[in-house]
């Protein structure tokens, strides 16, 4: 149990950090199959590990302290990351993942991490641990990966929990973006939210601006899409359809 307490504090860790600790490869793997046989710690994937309470033999570090240290560049994202926010009326057992290199989706503990591949690292900021989508980025990620009218239900009923959206940094990442059918789509879905909420005129006028100039739609149900918005160029369902406080 020599190594039993930097374990626990360090949580989640991989075979370099043993190795690290313990100045030698040997040692440390031999380490690592002596914990793992005692339950002291928990093989998550290959080479990925966590420390595990003596008291109730469960992981010590939570699903998405475990899920951003999966890759150098692992972050949550989507409605993963509303649901640490707070802002989920639910819990999911499928974490979604960002990260910059690719890995296999993989169960552990009931939960189900799915990787989601990106470009950068941008508009991550890391919170007790955790890295983690800044809120405007995922508001605006969850608008760009709505497929269906229970995406688009279920994210009016998250942006109606926030108690504030920054149109400032909603438009900073949009242009970060640069998709002109997003600037619409999200545009057209924040403009329910423009009173109570830190979202301008001259945010949406931002949007409009850079959005689409001909009719398009914002998924591919076009036989659901019931109402044309004409001032964001947009066939979309109908959002009078949908309750928005």
């Known amino acids: 149990m020599k190594y039993l307490e930097q374990f626990s504090l360090k949580r989640v860790f991989d075979f370099s950090y043993v190795v690290d600790i313990t100045g030698n490869v040997d040692l ?23 420390a595990t309470s003596l008291e109730t033999g469960g992981s ?42 690719q890995f296999r989706p993989f169960d552990f503990e009931h939960n189900k991490y799915v990787c989601k591949r990106v470009k950068d690292e941008s508009f991550v900021n890391t919170v007790n641990g955790v890295r983690i989508s800044t809120i405007e980025k995922t508001i605006v990620d969850s608008i760009d990966s709505i497929k269906s009218f229970d995406d688009f239900e279920e994210l009016f009923e998250v942006l109606s929990i926030i108690p504030l959206i920054d149109g400032s940094k909603i438009l900073t990442y949009l242009e970060h973006v640069n998709k002109r059918i997003l600037f619409s789509k999200t545009g057209l879905i924040l403009s329910f939210y423009k009173d109570g909420y830190n979202i301008t005129k001259y945010h949406l006028d931002e949007m409009k601006k850079n959005g689409v100039n001909k009719a398009s739609y914002f998924t591919s149900e076009k036989h659901r899409l019931n109402k044309y918005y004409n001032e964001w160029k947009l066939h979309s369902y109908d959002i009078s359809m949908i309750k928005v406080d």
Request: charge should be positive; hydrophobic fraction near 35%.
């Open 28 to 50: 440390a793997s031999g380490i690592i199959q002596n914990y793992l046989s005692k339950d002291y710690i928990k093989r998550v994937k290959k080479n990925l590990y966590v």
């Open 60 to 101: 010590i570090p939570s699903k998405f302290e475990i899920a951003s240290n999966i890759t150098n560049s692992s972050f949550i994202s989507y409605h993963s990351a509303f649901e640490f926010y707070g802002y989920q009326n639910q819990v999911y057992n499928e974490i979604y993942v960002s990260s910059l290199e």
